[in-house]
């Protein structure tokens, strides 16, 4: 089974949680086969989760060597500038410890007063990266949305639904899967 879910906020990417939040196994019941998630999205992020119980391409989607693109909508307090924008594309360190996130592509999609609206896709997945590259250049994060996931978009999908992938998304992920670098 290889669904791509619409992941509302406020869901934990678990298959349970022992603090009793709400987990996107809720919403995935109905799937019939046990799948899991391939990647998180964090609680208060919401857009595009795949799920699979396909271990061995999860591993392969996921792996950090794979240098998938994934493409996120966020939406900032304030306006984003020029210097964030250049900051963003060629890397930050977000976890203090001097190594700084791989290049990433910026996308201005709506400035208004004191809001933000870009796209920005990277090449990598650590932990809260959007977020933590943002809070790196003086940007708050108001709204996390990703869309895309090596070019397997989310479409109209509606939030808290969920759908079989189609034989031109599997054999996307499958290719990327099977390289051993995707290009960046």
Not at 10 to 32: F, I, N, P, Q
Not at 61 to 74: E, F, L, N
Not at 155 to 168: A, C, F, P, S, V
């Amino acid at each position: 089974y290889y669904i791509m879910l619409n992941k509302p906020r406020g869901y934990v990417t678990t298959m349970s949680d022992e603090l009793g939040r709400k987990c996107v196994a809720e919403l995935v019941e109905d799937v019939g086969a046990a799948v899991y998630p391939v990647g998180r999205l964090d609680r208060d992020s919401e857009g595009l989760l795949l799920l699979t119980n396909d271990g061995e391409f999860a591993n392969a989607v996921m792996h950090p060597r794979k240098h998938v693109p994934k493409t996120y909508r966020v939406t900032v307090r304030s306006n984003i500038n020029d210097a964030q924008i250049e900051k963003l594309e060629n890397g930050v360190d977000i976890d203090g410890d001097g190594r700084e996130t791989l290049p990433a592509n910026v996308r201005i999609i709506e400035k208004s007063a004191g809001r933000s609206v870009f796209e920005i896709t990277i090449f990598e997945g650590r932990n809260r990266q959007i977020r933590k590259m943002c809070d790196a250049v003086g940007l708050e994060v108001l709204r996390l949305k990703r869309t895309e996931i090596a070019g397997v978009k989310m479409g109209m999908l509606k939030q808290g639904d969920w759908r079989h992938l189609n034989e031109r998304e599997m054999q996307r992920l499958t290719s990327i899967s099977k390289n051993k670098e995707i290009a960046k």
